[in-house]
Nanobody, 115 residues
Framework: QVQLVESGGGSVQPGGSLSLSCIASGSGFSISTMGWYRRAPEKKRELVALLLRSGTSDYHNSVKGRFTISRDDTKKAVYLQMDSLEPEDTAIYYC?????????WGQGTQVTVSS
């Protein structure tokens, strides 16, 4: 059974940095797309960043130039480096993976940006 286990997150002041990690547990599967979504209070879930196995990436306009997504397929892991954080980035961040044509989600990790 596939599980996505996230780590990282926390609280930081505006302008600070945080990093998120996510590892897919289990074996016998191939991951095509990995990424991160977030849900801010009273808002819908939105895409933050996606990274295809080909290396193609996509970012939400609001995080372009500040966030960087990367992955390590040998570890079945995806990472999100978040720099120049803003209060508007406050949300629960969810790891995402497309595995064998099915969508998988992590449990979510809180990111709070506040002075």
């Amino acid at each position: 059974q596939v599980q996505l286990v996230e780590s990282g997150g926390g609280s930081v002041q505006p302008g600070g940095s945080l990093s998120l990690s996510c590892i897919a547990s289990g074996s016998g599967f191939s991951i095509s797309t990995m990424g991160w979504y977030r849900r801010a209070p009273e808002k819908k879930r939105e895409l933050v960043a996606l990274l295809l196995r080909s290396g193609t990436s996509d970012y939400h306009n609001s995080v372009k130039g500040r966030f960087t997504i990367s992955r390590d397929d040998t570890k079945k892991a995806v990472y999100l480096q978040m720099d120049s954080l803003e209060p508007e980035d406050t949300a629960i961040y969810y790891c995402y993976a497309l595995i064998n044509g099915m969508n998988f989600w992590g449990q979510g990790t809180q990111v709070t940006v506040s002075s």
